[in-house]
């Protein structure tokens, strides 16, 4: 569908809206939505509990075509669905079963391979991780060294990814491998589903800089792997990984995290004193915000503008790109406006607060603890994902005919 | 003018330069001085002490050695680089100025926090007074010729470690008012205390005081004099470190887009990566000039003081969030991990921006000082 030059949801859209609100309020159990808000560490068990709700209902492949099991929404109801389960402070659906490894399947996959994961995605029965970067391909992802030789049956998988999200409680792994080890970057490079739990696997933490472990190593050594778990033609996986890498991407933009990210910064910049006054009514503070929010108001216009032309069929492209830079920076800008609005409140880090069940006093008031720490962890958003130098890259590349 | 360092004066900087590395010699030695008991190292900290580290921040007036704008600048510069967590700011800074700036200095409690022997930790921050030098609602009042202190103080660096305490605490006036406010030494065995590490590695104490006896240091205009001046010197100790951070910061950036290759060059041959490189060297330049300039003019009036340690300031939070962003981002994934030093360095930076004033507050006081 087309955005009209109309800005206002219509009342199917407002009643559609209602119907997500009271889905989450009845299924979204008030002890998750408060770890969500407390910034708590979530286990393994948090995600899926979120994630089975929406597969219950049908809503968990809320971008797939109707026929694997999708939803069919058009772009405006996936924008309002994304805006109230975050505004409702329900765990991330993780991403990379449903929102990544999906979609290439459902373009790439063989009908035996459609059959068998689609389903398993669509019931949570296997957790994916996303096995691209590694040591010494990060930005240069075509530059890959794992490799995987053909044995006749299976391949044999060697090398390291890194960097892997929540690869600790994954069961399966799509990995890009060198399949043709003569071939220069890009080309050569296959596609590969992998067990977690074939022999020779080993998933090591790796620890970021707020103290959290999130992302890993993952190393393989002498893994076989059977033949029939490659996606799509052998040496042309470049293909495949670029076509996840755009649905990685605008859902990076986050726009509805920096919705609600806003209005915490106003409802904390009312609360902060600065001179016995609230922060807010400071003028130069207040009016950062504005421009924030500024901002913010024109980018949600245009990540529906390239929904809705994605949504036509035309694959998102350029403007994915465009939008993840800036909906990179306007996120990473409200995490800096909140710290700053805190003030030496920013300062004290106890690290057992985000642990479940914590209930001692905090140090100053309640929502202090977690945003210097969001603030650190946000760093990571405009690396991921392809860089926003990357994405510098490509748009000029595509678009300036230099 | 003259903007060369002194021979004295680069000789201290060499032998302490070289001091904090024999310690802090990377990332893990760190952490192990953060996770002791006190939450830095007493052994380094006496080791200081008998190099004349701590006496460099003080004026031979007092006792100390040194005790200029130029000493403060040189010795933070080299807490910055090295990432100290020893309590150089707190103690050797904040209380030794406010000893030293009152009516009748007490020359003995100084010399006991030069030789190594004595913690004191200034204890003026609240939970509400952001970074305001005379916005208190911990109060002080007479009773039988005794002073009694009420209330809590927030954020005090090394304050479960100090056995003495200044506290700044109201007579009387509103919470708002800049007359009425005491400055006075108390005992830390009687407090109640909330020890807690910062995000950046930094011990620092919530501080409860009910009916606490206290001797009367300072009051009315010579507390508030005191007070800002501790906050301008920790301001200007605070620059000067967070200079040495941002030197670091270059160095690890530089030296890894020299090594990082992708698309099978440097990262560092990019000329669109370049840039930023040099804006990042010209930022650092002005920083570095603007703590001179700030060091230079430390003991000249008031007025010329603080204007110039709130330029310096403003410009450390300014260009601070930038270094330390480009610091991570230039890095890419490397440098948002605890294993690798920059993410360390990138987070104290950031965090001086909370401390003593951050760019907004130093940005306001620059223009008030700078229109009176
Ligand atoms: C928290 C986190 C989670 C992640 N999760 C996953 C995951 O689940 N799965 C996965 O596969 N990967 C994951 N990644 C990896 C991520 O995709 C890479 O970090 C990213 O591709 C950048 O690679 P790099 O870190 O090696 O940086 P590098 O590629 O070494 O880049 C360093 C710097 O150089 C710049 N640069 C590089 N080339 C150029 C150029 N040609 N022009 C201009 N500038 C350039 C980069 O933009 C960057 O600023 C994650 C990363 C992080 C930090």
Known sequence: MVIKMNFEYSEKDENFRKEVKDWLDETLPKSLSEKVKKYQRLTKED??????????????????????????WNAIEKHIFEEEIIKASAPRIVPFGVNMLGPVLIEFGTEEQKNYYLPRILSNEDWWAQGYSEPGAGSDLASLKTTAVDKGDHYLVNGQKTWTTLGHHAD??????????NAKPQLGISFLLIDMDTPGVEVKPIITLDGEHEVNEVWFTNVKVPKKNIVGKENEGWTYAKYLLTFERTGIAGVPYSKSALNHLKMISKRSLKNGKPLIEDPIFSSEIAELEIDLLAMEIFNLRTVSAAAEGKAPGMESS??????????????????????????????????????????????AGPIAKQYFNMRKISIYGGSNEIQKNIVAKASFGL | ??????????????????????????????????????????????????????????????????????????????VGKSLCVEPFLSSAVLSSTVLSSISNPRNDLITDIIEGNLLISFAHCEMNNRYEDHYIETNAYLKND???????????????DASKIIVSARINGDVNDRHGIGLFLVDNDQTLKRPYNTIDGYRSTELTFEDLKGELLAKDENALKCIIKANSAGALALSAEALGIMQICFDLTLDYLKTRKQFGKSIGAFQSIQHRMVDMMLEIEQVKSAVMLASSTFETDDLTRDKNISAAKNLVGRVGKLIAEETIQLHGGIAMTWEYSAAHYAKRLIMIDHLMGDSDYHRDRFKLLSNS
Request: net charge negative; glycine share 10%.
């Open chain 1, 172 to 181: 399966k792994i799509f990995c890009l491998v060198k399949t043709d080890l």
């Open chain 1, 47 to 72: 995600y899926e509990i979120f994630m089975n709700n929406l597969t219950a209902k049908g809503w968990l492949a809320w971008h797939w075509p109707k026929e694997y099991g999708g939803t069919g």
């Open chain 2, 146 to 160: 005794e002073w009694n202190i009420n209330g809590t103080k927030s954020f005090v660096m090394n304050g479960d």
């Open chain 2, 1 to 78: 003018m003259d903007f060369t360092l002194s021979e004295e004066r680069k000789m201290l900087q060499e032998t302490v330069g070289k001091f904090f590395n024999s310690n802090y010699k990377n990332i893990d030695k760190r952490s192990e001085n953060v996770n002791l008991p006190e939450g830095y190292s007493k052994e380094f900290w006496k080791e200081s002490s008998d190099l004349g580290v701590i006496s460099a921040l003080v004026s031979p007036k007092f006792g100390g050695l040194g005790g200029s704008g130029e000493d403060i600048s040189i010795i933070f510069e080299l």
């Open chain 1, 322 to 367: 465009l939008l993840k830079i800036k909906g990179t920076l306007v996120r990473q800008k409200t995490t800096e406006l909140l710290r700053k609005a805190l003030g030496p409140q920013a300062l004290p880090y106890l690290p057992e607060q985000f642990d479940e069940g914590w209930n001692e006093m905090p140090v100053g008031p309640s929502y």
